[in-house]
């Protein structure tokens, strides 16, 4: 399939009926148990959220991956879960929202504590989440990659990676984790990538995933290799200000401001980072 460079490109040749679901803005009449995407971008529960939307772009990012209601949809490494309050919601009546991370087996913990509450995680972030989002927690599902029930391999529509692609390098487990998420989709499905981005002429140090930047090019190597073949990219989450070359990596930009307030006002200004965002399909 020839390569995708425009998000409206990408998002008509995956399907039109897509753009409509995505962005449909239901207002007067909208039932509450059934959500547009929208709608669920301005619920109060996320207050806090929303002071990112204008760096993230939840609505155009999931657009252009063609999610829609009624599919069931994995987020890889959710995190502190600011796409779960937006994915949940919006897939918990007609489709399902699963929660994957990394299998813990393949993990070095520090101490017990830690070990504890990653093997635990499984069974406490739905009850988490259903705070997070007011969605029941039996409407939510959360596994680690090798533990997906055999009923739902081969069964999912879409899964999410945000942001962490680094984490499974830098954690030896990129490979594996691909593969095991290559058993979990449907024939159709599909993988989203959004990714912190090097320059194509970055140095390996500042592109190997330690400071969080990674070369689009080797994404899409690193894809391909696990069975993978790319079928669009769009630029709705590039910031051309990123010059991803910072000693203290991505995370010295906004959010995290890890450099404090040295250089705060120059590192708001910037934003934060530079992202790739690709869409994958899974090769026979």
């Known amino acids: 399939m020839k390569k995708l460079f425009l998000a409206s490109a990408a998002i008509a040749l995956l399907g039109t009926g897509s753009i409509a679901a ?27 959220d929303k002071a990112r939307d204008g760096d993230r772009h939840p609505e155009q990012t999931l657009a252009f991956f063609d999610v829609k209601p009624g599919q069931t949809v994995v987020e890889y490494g959710p995190g502190g879960g ?14 399902q929202y699963v929660a994957i991370n ?30 997070w989002t007011g969605v029941d927690a039996k409407k939510i599902m959360a596994y680690e990659s090798d533990e997906l029930p055999d009923a739902m391999k081969g069964k999912v529509d879409r899964i999410l990676i945000f942001r962490s692609l680094h984490g499974m390098l830098n ?25 912190h981005r090097a320059k194509p002429g970055a140095s390996y140090a500042m592109s190997n995933g330690s400071k969080g930047y990674l070369k689009q090019a080797s994404v899409v190597a690193l894809f391909e290799l696990n069975g993978f073949e790319l079928v669009g990219e769009s630029e709705v ?6 010059m991803s070359d910072y000693p203290g990596g991505v995370w010295t930009l906004p959010p995290v401001l890890g450099s404090g307030d040295a250089d705060k006002a120059r590192y708001e200004a ?15």
């Open 22 to 48: 995505a962005k449909h803005h239901e207002k007067d009449g909208m039932s509450h148990s059934d959500p547009s995407l929208s709608t669920v971008l301005m619920d109060n529960r996320r207050a806090e």
């Open 82 to 95: 600011w796409y779960t309050r937006i994915l949940a919601p919006y897939l918990a009546n007609g489709g």
């Open 102 to 131: 990394a299998d813990s087996s393949t993990t070095d913990f520090p101490n017990r504590a830690r070990e504890a509450r990653t093997k635990g995680w499984p069974e406490s972030f739905p009850a988490t989440a259903a705070k």
């Open 270 to 284: 910037i934003g934060e980072s530079d992202r790739m965002t690709l869409l994958f399909k899974k090769r026979p």
């Open 237 to 242: 989450n590039a910031n051309p200000k990123d």
């Open 171 to 195: 954690g030896n487990r990129a490979d594996s984790e691909l593969r095991a998420m290559r058993e979990m989709l449907a024939d159709d499905g599909m993988v989203g990538v959004v990714q």
